[in-house]
């Protein structure tokens, strides 16, 4: 069994900070890409940004120059440092993870439950 479980969501101002993490654990043999998408009422699930296993990035032009995506030394944790945060960025944030579970072939994708952002006075 595999689990990417995030934390970390919350209510703040425009213009302010906020950190979200995820973790996968369970029968993990490797972890490839690990990213971070969001989904706002009303629209679909779009990327927000994604980190390589070998630590390349890459992001939506929203959040550029805002968010910053990382990976631990462990490789199983992904955080999303998000700044200057706006009205617009508030949505649910789901963590995904592409592994290969212990004595399986081949890779799958994994989701997290999701955390809500809400950016707003």
């Known amino acids: 069994q595999v689990q990417v479980v995030e934390s970390g969501g919350g209510l703040v101002q425009p213009g302010g900070s906020l950190t979200l993490s995820c973790l996968a654990s369970?029968?993990?043999?490797?972890?490839?890409?690990m990213g971070w998408y969001r989904q706002a009422p009303g629209n679909s699930r779009e990327l927000v940004a994604v980190?390589?296993?070998?630590?390349?990035?890459n992001y939506a032009d929203s959040v550029k120059g805002r968010f910053t995506v990382s990976r631990d030394g462990t490789k199983k944790m992904v955080y999303l440092q998000m700044n200057s945060l706006k009205p617009e960025d508030t949505a649910v944030y789901y963590c995904?993870?592409?592994?290969?579970?212990?004595?399986?072939?081949?890779?799958?994708?994994?989701w997290g439950q999701g955390t809500q952002v809400t950016v707003s006075s």
């Open positions: 369970g029968r993990i043999f490797r972890i490839y890409d």
């Open positions: 995904n993870a592409d592994i290969q579970e212990t004595n399986t072939p081949s890779m799958s994708d994994y």
């Open positions: 980190i390589t296993n070998g630590g390349n990035t």
